[in-house]
């Protein structure tokens, strides 16, 4: 993945934003907004052709100041005939930063409450897919961020109409070329439709080449013509293909995420937990820590999900957290992951300087800083990841439930016993047989128990127990932020019973232990990692004494989370590829989440949400297919193991 390079905010003489790099201006001098509204709403025949439709999706090159998203969101919002959701993709090679796109966007006053929402998302300028859920979750926006191209061969999307709007294609030839076309054409839905304000005659010819019908339009304002497309094919209105009904198995962070992921695109959702509780499992620690993995080389999966993912959560947690007695409690107070040794600080600054991600993502700061920063000597420098933090997972479930509201019927203290697949319709029964839910669809949130209920999936799962230790608050009362190393403490917060203030110590990785109590080898351990993290912080504690938790993490081979649709087992062939494998109609999963399940839950939840949907999906395909739940039975039937 490139290291992302921001536009430079500049404008002409008459005030039009202008690119110094391609020479050329943002939009039309007679009027952007004006101009997004003749050329890519009116060419699109939007708002028209949105209406009736429970999704419309457009897809635009060059996001460049988001004019053409604004205006498409201020008409779709104003249209008492939208479709039920707007989902917009949009790729940009060099963003501007937040605070250029506010000064940009101050000029159009009538856009201001959606600028602003649109500002209060914008993530981080790192390479990659970034998904902002804005208006409450109805519209989307899928910004990829990189080479056009790249972006479009990663991306999974129909679109019903397509914006194209490069700089002029004598000074961008690449966002115009015929092979940039053909990826476009691949992505448009079989009625979709195309505007663009250019003729210029190459245009027109690689259009017509990748199967378009094209028409010249008047042009906005000096421009005499502009152009519209039309792809051959019969009229389609979308329906949603089935019923939209699920069960969801598990009332930890992956279920309660996935039942209100599928709440606010309008499903129907049991969701049904064993506890009398959510979160009484893996989720139950009173706080755990909101923290990326990165790695050394830009392209690895596991960090590049770890990323959009984290990013994902923490504007997901922001949005819980403005609505009206929430019950989430959390803190974006900052991470600090303290280097372990001289040769690791090296390692950590040669890695930020090559991978070149943006500071509001994660910046190295030497040892004096922390200590400064923590109010005590640490022993190295090491990364700090500004805007992470801590969260009370418990919380975040109830919070997850809440905003589902009548959607979600919770069913808790009901073990499901099996499942069985009658008349096209999915039955959860009790372990007497006793019916809990029926639902059209079924998604097993519930870790490594799921293995029980689909014994001949592929699920090659450990448990690795975990032990967390519990500091009273007025211990370390000065600690403002979380700190890692070989374990974490996160800062005094009342997240203990009755509210008493606690810091959350951990955490041990006890492979092959099934002790589901605290013990006080647990608890030395994590005081040991303390005293790396924050020398002298020990002093005086008596493990005897401390209280504690345990909690079993599902881990898989790969270290990365089963986000899908399970596979049919016994038609699955060595030859079978992931994409054309035949998957269990309506069973799905989100599992094996292991150590960093609060940063996986959110992102992997509108995984599974938009696959189900048929949405542009917010992560790339080859991510998509590193979660593929199916991938460990396709690997075991090539090895010759089913
Ligand atoms: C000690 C410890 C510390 C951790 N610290 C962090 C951290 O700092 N940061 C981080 O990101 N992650 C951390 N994790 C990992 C994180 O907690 C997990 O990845 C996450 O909680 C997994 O969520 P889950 O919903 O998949 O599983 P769970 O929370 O275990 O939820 C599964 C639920 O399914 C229910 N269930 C099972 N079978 C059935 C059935 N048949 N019928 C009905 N219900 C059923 C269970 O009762 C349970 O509630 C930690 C984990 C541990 C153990
Ligand atoms: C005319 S501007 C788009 C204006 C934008 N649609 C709006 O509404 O504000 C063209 C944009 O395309 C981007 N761009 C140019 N070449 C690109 C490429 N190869 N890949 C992705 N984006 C590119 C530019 O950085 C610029 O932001």
New binding site residues.
Partial sequence: MPVIVPARLAFTADGTPWSEGYGDVYHSSDGGLEQARHVFLAGNALPARWRGREQFVVLETGFGLGLNFLATWQAWQTDPQRSARLQFVSVEKHPFGCADLATLHRHWPELAALAAQLQSAWPPLAAGFHRLRLDGGHVTLTLMLGDALDMLNRLTADADAIYLDGFAPAKNPELWSPELMRALTRHAAPDATLATWSVAAAVRDTLTEAGWHIEKRPGFAAKRDMLTGQRPGPSVIKKPAHERSAIV????????SCAASLASRGWQVSL????DA????????PA????PMLAKDAVNTQARLSRASYFYALRLLHELARSDNSPLRWAPCGVVQIARDTEHEAEQTELLARLGLPAEYVTFLEREAISQMLGRPVERGGWHFANGGWIS?PTLCQALIAAGGDRITSHFG????SLRWLAGVWHASDAHGRSLATASHVVL???D??R??VPDAELPFTRV????SYLPGTRLSELRMVVCRDG?VTPPAPVGRGNESLCCL???FDFGDEDSTPNEIGHRGNIEKLEHMLPGASDGIDVTGLEG??????TTPDRLPLVGSLPTADRCRAQDRLETLERTQGLHC??G?????????PLAAELLSAQLEGEPLPVERDIVAAVDPARFLLRAIRRGRR
């Fill in positions: 198995i598990g009332a930890g962070i992956a279920g309660a049904i937990e064993r506890h959510p979160a009484q499992e893996a989720s139950g620690n755990g820590v909101l923290l997972p009901h073990e499901v016993g949130a519930n870790a128990a799921a029980r209920l127990r975990g032990q967390v974490y951990g955490a041990s938790r345990v909690g079993f993490r599902t989100l599992l989440y292991g150590a960093r399940g609060m940063v996986w839950a």
